[in-house]
């Protein structure tokens, strides 16, 4: 049998060699590797939304920064929500790092809540990084009347969503029943493009946006003063909306507060990257170096800054270990987040 000493001796040579050769295997294996392959980044939307504008811009930028330097191709997969890419993340795509998605911020949260059709487990995905926060307003149009939270309070007011499952009927139905609101929702709408369209007809007072296409491309009507905004569907206030409440202030309770807060993770996850369960460890590790050298690179912050995106990356071991604590979420908090949810 070997002693001790001697298998320390062998280590430490083994680390020397290893320093004279260059990268390590790992790094050359993954090079080797990437060189071979291409990386398809799965969409979970629309071409032109949000998370498609981030995806591609994601697209354009990564492969420079992982060893082997592959060429990364978009694939939109629509349906459900985002959850079909979600479930093909996690239950299809090839576990061998050469699949990325881009899945709906609300993943972990349908997951906990029970959402059908839902087929993975959230904290098993390898989060490889956070493209940016996803901060969702309250948007209300002046002729309401409704200049802040306190007026969603005190008088009623109709707001545009999708379906009864889409977070902008969701977000305003839990407020009614955990903040005090008086929300109406009226449902049907094509999307956010389609409902905030609506409102400025007037057909319907407000509706729910993201705060960066608010930034982007309806920034008259809050320096024109035709619109108001009066609540963050988030956990935390953006710095560039300090006066705005967030939706977890304004539960009555702790356990309200927690409920809002399971809800609000969606902000917290936003537009993040993710591999499926199983990619080996090393090819990890690769694509969560080589995405936070991507957040670094000049080109990449530029166009940023052309298209005036939010900037609020997050590492993927950050991501992973928020995760991993969402799921701890007590079932007594559950259990009465899908009785709010639905109305009982």
Not at 89 to 109: E, Q, R
């Amino acid at each position: 049998m070997r002693s001790k000493r001697a298998i320390q001796g062998l280590s430490m040579a083994a680390a020397a060699l290893g320093l004279m050769q260059g990268p390590s295997l790992a790094q050359q294996t993954s090079a080797d590797f990437y060189r071979d392959n291409a990386i398809n980044l799965i969409i979970g939307f629309p071409v032109g939304g949000g998370y498609d504008i981030y995806g591609r811009l994601v697209s354009r930028h990564l492969g420079k920064h992982i060893p082997g330097n592959p060429k990364i191709v978009p694939q939109n997969m629509i349906g459900a929500g985002g959850m079909k890419a979600a479930n093909f993340m996690y239950g299809v795509a090839p576990k061998d790092g050469t699949t990325l998605g881009i899945i709906p911020d609300t993943t972990p949260s349908e997951e906990l809540l029970g959402t059908n059709g839902v087929a993975y487990v959230s904290k098993n995905f390898n989060w490889i990084g956070r493209i940016s926060a996803s901060t969702n307003v309250q948007v209300l149009w002046a002729p309401s009347g409704i200049k802040n939270i306190e007026d969603a309070r005190a008088k009623e007011s109709v707001q545009g969503g999708s379906g009864p499952m889409a977070p902008a009927v969701i977000y305003p139905k839990l407020l009614n029943a955990l903040g005090g609101t008086k929300f109406k929702m009226v449902t049907g709408y094509g999307g956010a493009a389609e409902s905030c369209l609506a409102m400025e007809k007037g057909e319907i007072d407000g509706c729910l946006l993201a705060w960066s296409t608010v930034k982007a491309a309806k920034r008259d009507w809050i320096d024109n003063k035709k619109a108001n905004i009066i609540v963050q569907w988030g956990a935390t206030r953006h710095p560039e909306l300090p006066d705005i409440p967030t939706m977890v202030e304004l539960g009555k309770t702790p356990e309200d507060r927690a409920i809002l807060s399971l809800y609000a993770s969606a902000t917290e996850i936003g537009k993040s990257i993710v591999a499926p369960p199983g990619v080996p460890t090393d090819r990890v590790n690769v694509l969560r170096r080589g995405f936070d050298a991507m957040l670094k690179d000049p080109e990449y912050l530029d166009e940023v800054k052309k298209f005036g995106l939010d900037f609020e990356p997050l590492s993927g071991e950050d991501m992973q270990k928020y995760v991993e604590e969402l799921a701890k979420t007590p079932a007594a908090i559950l259990a009465k987040a899908k009785e709010v949810r639905d109305g009982k």
